[in-house]
């Protein structure tokens, strides 16, 4: 069974820094695509980054390019988000996600099979 927890959300203030984990179990860590999404109050998911196995190639969305920073740990089956210069605006809840054997960079909701449960970050003014 997949399974997927996020760590590492909290609060920090306007400029901070945050790491957010993703602890993988349940398939092969050497063939997958995983993303981070978030989402905030009233508004759609949105997709953040994905990082594939194989290249571990990242991908960004356009308007997340910058501050964030995706990477993997195959020994720990973990993927990372580190979240630089934090805005207000940034305060959602943080969902990684994944699509064992996926190999294609997407951050189209659709493509993934499997979601951890979120976790807060809130960003103070």
């Known amino acids: 069974e997949v399974h997927l927890v996020e760590s590492g959300g909290g609060l920090v203030q306007a400029g901070g820094s945050l790491r957010l984990s993703c602890a993988a179990s349940?398939?092969?860590?050497?063939?997958?695509?995983i993303g981070w999404f978030r989402q905030a109050p009233g508004k759609e998911r949105e997709g953040i980054s994905c990082?594939?196995?194989?290249?571990?190639?990242?991908h960004y969305a356009d308007s997340m390019k910058g501050r964030f920073t995706i990477s993997s740990d195959a020994a720990k089956n973990t993927v990372y988000l580190q979240m630089n210069s934090l805005k207000p605006e940034d305060t959602a809840v943080y969902y990684c996600?994944?699509?064992?054997?996926?190999?294609?960079?997407?951050?189209?909701?659709?493509?993934?099979?499997?979601w951890g449960q979120g976790t807060q970050v809130t960003v103070s003014s």
């Open positions: 349940g398939f092969t860590f050497d063939d997958y695509r």
């Open positions: 990082i594939t196995s194989g290249d571990e190639t990242a």
């Open positions: 996600a994944a699509d064992p054997g996926g190999d294609i960079a997407t951050l189209n909701i659709m493509e993934y099979d499997y």
